[in-house]
């Protein structure tokens, strides 16, 4: 049965230029697993009806609850909106959903804000011991973009794979990800993909993978 919840928001952290975490209480009972979202609005007269769908990026366990949100600049929006809220101010929550779960070692890759599934998911191997040989390639257009840079290197390693769209001079892999750049990156196409991004990307990495030998049946995204 689908619920709806009022938290309050306890906690803000920056990330990045444009990108906060938003730690709030748990309603007692609350349960969601790794990778699985929520419909979020603002609990406040004219916002209770905009509802968009975000992330947890905590931890099953932990006593509060937490979205990593990147910030839009569009003023009608929600995002530009979340980018005033202040510690006491209420959200409306649904119960959890989503198709991103977690099933077995492989490569993710995310694209900008859709890397946020994959936080609590990574979060939840390394608290398990159990990172094993999990892969991440991050696309941003910036360096300055990249979301948890310092805890996914210290998490993953070599294993942390950045990809930098649109900054001469980067430091990192400067090139879209694309059927050469999975080629020349997998060593093995029957492990399980999770893939997340925006509709594009996530469209033109499926294509990619299936072109490569992906098994369908080993694809992890937001249908």
Request: some cysteine.
């Amino acid at each position: 049965m689908d619920s709806n919840y009022i938290v309050t928001v306890k906690e803000i952290i920056p990330r990045t230029h444009n990108v906060k975490t938003f730690r709030v209480t748990k309603p007692a009972g609350f349960e969601f697993l790794p990778g699985q979202a929520t419909d979020l609005s603002l609990n406040e007269e004219g916002w209770k009806e905009n509802k968009h769908p975000f992330t947890f990026t905590c931890l099953p366990a932990d006593d509060y609850l937490e979205f990593t949100i990147k910030i839009y600049t569009n003023p009608e929006g929600l995002t530009h909106r979340l980018d005033t809220v202040q510690p006491g101010d209420e959200f409306e929550i649904s119960s959890a959903w989503g198709a991103i779960e977690y099933k077995g070692e492989g490569v993710f890759i995310a694209g900008g804000a859709g890397v946020t599934p994959f936080i609590s998911i990574f979060r939840y191997l390394k608290q398990q011991d159990k990172i094993g040989n999990n892969v991440l390639i991050f696309s941003n257009k910036t360096e300055a973009d990249i979301i948890l840079k310092d805890e996914f290197a210290a998490m993953l390693g070599k294993n942390f794979i950045n990809v930098i769209t649109g900054e001469p001079g980067t430091q990192y892999y400067s090139k879209r990800i694309d059927k050469k750049f999975l080629e020349e990156n997998i060593k093995d196409f029957s492990r399980h993909f999770y893939v997340c991004g925006p509709d594009e990307f996530t469209k033109s990495i499926l294509d990619a993978l299936k072109e490569l030998g992906a098994d369908a049946e080993t694809l992890v995204f937001e249908k």
